[in-house]
C-alpha cells in the first residue's frame, strides 16, 4: 500500500557531502514520522536519524553535528543530508516511515536501500 523509494548513494571521499531522498508514495493519510537507517556488513542495522510530525527530530551520537533530516510533507520526501563524512559512514542506508494509510492502518514501511561508500 505505500511504497519508499531512496536514492542518492554513491561513492564519495572522506570529507565529502552527500544527500539522500526517500519519496513515500501510496494510499497515505498521514505520515507520522520517518528516518534514516544504516546498516553495515556485519553489523545490525541502526537508527541515523528520524523527524516526527511536528518537526522534532533526533540523531545517532555518531552523527550529531555532520548529518541533517529534513522533509518536504508536500511531496511525501525525507532528505538526509550528510556532511563531512567518514569511511565509518559506509553502509547501505534504509528509509522508514510510520504512516496511516487506508482505513487508518498504522503500519512501518522500508524503502530497498541506497549504498553509500567512503573512501579513505
Known amino acids: 500500500q505505500v511504497q519508499l523509494v531512496e536514492s542518492g548513494g554513491r561513492l564519495v571521499q572522506a570529507g565529502g557531502s552527500l544527500r539522500l531522498s526517500c519519496v513515500a508514495s501510496?494510499?497515505?493519510?498521514?505520515?507520522?514520522?520517518m528516518g534514516w537507517y544504516r546498516q553495515a556488513p556485519g553489523d545490525e542495522r541502526e537508527l541515523v536519524a528520524a523527524?516526527?510530525?511536528?518537526?522534532?527530530?533526533n540523531y545517532a551520537d555518531s552523527v550529531k553535528g555532520r548529518f541533517t533530516i529534513s522533509t518536504d510533507g508536500a511531496k511525501n520526501t525525507v532528505y538526509l543530508q550528510m556532511n563531512s563524512l567518514k569511511p565509518e559512514d559506509t553502509a547501505v542506508y534504509y528509509c522508514?516511515?510510520?504512516?496511516?494509510?487506508?482505513?487508518?492502518?498504522?503500519?512501518?514501511?522500508w524503502g530497498q536501500g541506497t549504498q553509500v561508500t567512503v573512501s579513505s
Open positions: 522508514n516511515a510510520d504512516v496511516n494509510s487506508a482505513g487508518w492502518t498504522r503500519s512501518d514501511y
Open positions: 523527524i516526527r510530525r511536528g518537526g522534532s527530530a
Open positions: 501510496g494510499r497515505i493519510i498521514r505520515i507520522n514520522a
